[in-house]
């Protein structure tokens, strides 16, 4: 199908694009990367009034280093993210799991900030973006407003995010030890079924699953063990906590399966 | 509600330019073929999944069923008419005959695009990097050992040029 008409908007700037969004009064959208607007709208799932178009806004992409953090403009496409040598360098994993989005084609438009706002509960940044504790920058007619990760994502393809706000940055904190991460999906480039990142800490750790339930979800692992069948265990109790609707029951085992490999992977076993 | 309007664009396909009329929520894939008349872009699921929609924006792989035409200005677009010589096939495609690598040819041009575009930015890709590339490009009839096989040989070929 064919989108609905709608007026098209280019900004130049980030305060002409706020302000756009606010002379509509909720009718407008940000177009980003369109990889996931642009489907929703060629079925017409959506159908935005307005488009504004953030594309021009270069200085909205790229990365600084904020000595404890990288800041990472919501322009930046994901396979910036995945050639970036900086990123590679200072933030490895970030490029590892950015390459697991889609295909070339769609990761050579889509935006990080765009994978933020759209929320979908199987999208592998806002997952890794949970796990490291990120902080999501936003601006709006109201100045800046700043939340953690865990506090912006709610649920299912919903966010705290208000209809007037942008996206400008993501703040990703370096983690003490590289994370580990594994996810199934059923093709090369799908989504995932169900992935998992695993942070090592002193004793325990945490594991960040997504494509379960709504919203990536960091929980405490109370021990570390390397022991396969103890582990299986530890991370039986766990996943036994996640909140799923009946159809996704069936991914509680697999969940299992992915957090043991994503921590084998934090120990440099995979 | 919006009404619909037609705009002047200016759109470089294959080094050429393009004023044409078009209304803001026209995919970039229909205005090629609409439009500008350049039927080698296929559309298949108009979502991003197929990969028959694929172009090069400023060489780089694009689905061009999630671009608006009008968004597509200022930038370098090639289409498969871009890398097809006026007599003839290119390496690529002559290696793609040989090796039976299409049979309805549907998924083939964007199976081109990306493969072109893969042997630029890495002329020494190996069999997983190009299985990873063409993953974006669904093939219902050839299957894709003889499309990976066709661009392994257009790799030597180059190398060898
Ligand atoms: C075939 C296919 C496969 C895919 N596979 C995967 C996958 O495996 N994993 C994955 O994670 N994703 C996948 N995606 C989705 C892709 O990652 C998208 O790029 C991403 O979800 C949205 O980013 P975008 O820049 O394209 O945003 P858009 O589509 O432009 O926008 C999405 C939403 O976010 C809003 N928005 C965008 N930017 C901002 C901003 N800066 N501030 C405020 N709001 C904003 C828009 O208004 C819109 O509501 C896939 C997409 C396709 C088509
Ligand atoms: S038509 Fe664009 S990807 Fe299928
Ligand atoms: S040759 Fe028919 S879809 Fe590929």
Redesign the interface.
Known sequence: ????????V?VNSLDEAIEALARYEGEAKV?AG??SL??LM??RLSRP???V?I?DLAEMAGVRDLGHALAIGSMTRH?QLVNNDFIRERLPILPRVASYI?????R??GTLGGSVAHADPAAELPALLTALQATIVMRSPRGERRLLAERFFLGYYSTRLDWDEIITEIEIPFPASSPGFYEVAR???DFALVGALAERGTSGGFVTWFGLGGRPERMALPAWTAHEEERRQLLRELAGKLDLPSEEEYKRTIAVSVAGRAMADAEGGN | ?????R?GLTLWVNGKEHLLEA?????LA?VLRHQIGLTGTHVGC???VC?AC?VL?DG????S????A??AQGHEITTVEGVTPTEGLSPLQQSFQSHHALQCGFCTPGILL?AEA?LADNPTADEEEI???L???LCRCTGYQFIVDAVLAAREQRRDA
């Not at chain 2, 509600?1 to 309007?5: I, K, L, S, T």
Request: net charge positive; hydrophobic share 40%.
């Open positions: 199908m064919k989108p609905a008409v709608f007026d098209y280019r177009l369109g990889q642009v489907p060629n079925f009034g307005v488009l178009d594309n396979q889609g295909h070339w084609a769609i050579n438009r093709r090369a480039g | 509600m919006a009404v619909e309007q705009i209304s803001p929520r026209w995919s229909d108009e979502q991003g990969g694929t924006l780089q792989p694009t689905r069923c999630l671009m608006f009008i968004q990306t893969l299985r990873a590339a993953s974006g490009n």
